[in-house]
């Protein structure tokens, strides 16, 4: 419910605090006092589109805050404990915008996005104006109004909800279906490529060991060669190394003086023959064990090649060869593992038979709840002085369903007895639709889930005694809405429908020669009671203040 009401710097408003409470309170005034105003700027403070031409001239900004009570509102409630932004059981919402066009809003003093706020708006107030009546020509709002009077909102949901999941599941399986020949081609290569690379059967380490392999078998013939002379050169017969230090030892010994010199020469050359000989040993050795493989050779470069030749065609090094087989095989893994079309057609068809499950069971309780609706507003239809008017909900099935549901729901009206009904907007008037729509708001308000509804001068061009029931249906959705206490507010032109509420505000445009502004005053009784003659006649004369009391004292 709304408690408080403040604006600064809109438009001619320079400063206004407004107090609301339960029940019905009237706006009123001259034509052009800015009764509407006050409404704009609640709407703004709700989320309503904004532009620098809101700020009163000569202002920085103009800021609105509208502040409810939300202690009988447990989804408004859960809402801002989810974000984080409960403060109890009132919430003030903010709307700033600046002279150079900025927009700021704010939900308990949190800066919020503009969407957030209006969605959040959406659960605590119900604003319809005077051109409301527009929307009956889109048959979503037919849907949509005809939901909220069935109280199938949830169920709607949950259509809504099951008609997205099967749509997104076929358009995979569509998606899935027209690649099928491509995927099957593209594993029919991986099959192939893995079944190469398995062949190959490459090992960790096998190409390092092969290029050295090949590389020493490549070498073989002139290692062995020139083995051959060395060990030849070492100790391979007369003049050879080891036969050159024998004879120098020899020859040392001979000599008759034998210096310490001469001894240090002789250890020297005794320590290079056995060096030598050691080395001729060994070379021996490794002459014995080296083998010339041709055969071996031509294996090895035949491995090389193989190897080679597999890692060009996949252009990468010989070395990535085995990451590249993981990839594959994960690849075509993942092939293997994905649904098939089959698989994926069952999931589609169990989906949908979920989906039409959810929205068979809603037509039913919309063509239930249609016809009730349909009675209730035609009711008040011949409340309104249209008892030849009759409101009728035709069902259309569907031959592809949507969203929505089964079936479009769409509002068809007949204004003279015997013709067929027709849409509302092929032969309904202005005037007709817009009494049409307050019929139809009247009804569907009291099963709104909305606290709080407001009025914009929907009664315009209705008169007479249609006034007085007007602000009689008014004054009972005050009393009494979903449940709680209600809460309506009305813009009005009509001293029938400003005499039934609860209370009455008069809107007032002053200026002191340089600007205009707008006040607002709440009035009780005498003043009261001069409005509503004023709204009767223009003047307040003694007759006309005589009905103005009379009218007050049935209100009650």
Known sequence: ????????????????????????????????????????????????????????????????????????????????????????????????????????????????????????????????????HQSLLNKETHCRLLDEFAQTQTLATEVRSRFKTWQEQYRLYRALADSAEETEARRHLLQYQLQELTRLDLSTGEIEALEREQRQL???????????????????????????????LQLLSTLPDQAPALLEVSQMLDSARIQVDEAADTLSR???????????????????????????????????????????????????????????????????????????????????????????????????????????????????????????????????????????????????????????????????????LVFDEVDVGIGGATGDVVGRLLRQLGEVHSGRNGQVICVTHLAQVAARAHRHYLVEKHSDGDSAFIALRELSGDNRREEIARMLGGEATAQSLAHAEEMLSRAV
């Not at 408690?3 to 309170?25: D, K, M």
């Not at 447990?74 to 932004?85: D, G, Q, Y």
């Open 218 to 248: 490549s070498k073989a013939g002139g290692l062995l060669n020139g083995g051959y002379q060395l060990a030849a050169l070492l100790s391979g017969g007369e003049g050879d190394i080891a036969e050159q230090l024998h004879r120098a």
């Open 1 to 132: 419910m709304l408690l408080h009401l403040s604006i600064s710097q809109f438009t001619l408003v320079e400063q206004l605090e407004l107090e609301f409470g339960p029940g019905t309170s009237a706006l009123t005034g001259e034509t052009g006092a800015g009764k509407s105003i006050t409404l704009d700027a609640l709407g703004l403070a709700l989320g309503g589109r904004g532009s620098a031409e809101l700020v009163r001239p000569g202002a920085s900004r103009t800021d609105i805050s509208a502040t409810f009570d939300i202690a009988d509102h447990p989804s408004a409630e859960h809402w801002l404990v989810s974000r984080e932004m409960d403060a109890g059981q009132e919430v003030i919402l903010r709307r700033t915008i600046g002279a150079d066009g900025r927009s700021r809003a704010y939900i308990n003093g949190q800066p919020v996005p503009l969407l957030q706020l209006r969605a959040f708006a959406q659960q605590l107030i119900d604003i319809h104006s005077q051109h409301e």
């Open 286 to 452: 490794h002459i014995d064990c080296f083998e010339v493989d041709p055969e071996r050779l031509a294996e090895v470069e035949a491995r090389l090649s193989a190897i080679y030749q597999t890692a060009r065609k996949h252009r990468i090094q010989p070395q990535e060869l085995p990451v590249l087989e993981q990839r594959l095989q994960a690849e075509l893994d993942d092939i293997n593992a994905a649904d098939t079309l089959e698989r994926r057609a069952a999931e589609c068809e169990e989906l949908e038979c979920q989906f039409r499950k959810a929205a068979g069971k809603l037509s039913q309780l919309r063509t239930k709840a249609a016809q009730q609706l349909a009675e209730a507003v035609n009711r008040q239809l011949a409340a309104l002085a249209m008892p030849h008017v009759r409101m009728e909900l035709a069902l259309h099935p569907l031959a592809k369903p949507n969203s929505r549901g089964l079936e479009d729901v769409e509002m068809l009206i007949t204004t003279n007895p015997g013709q067929p009904p027709r849409p509302l907007g092929k032969i309904a008037s202005g005037g007709e639709l817009s009494r049409v729509s307050l019929a139809i708001q009247v009804v569907t308000t009291r099963t709104s889930r909305t606290p709080t």
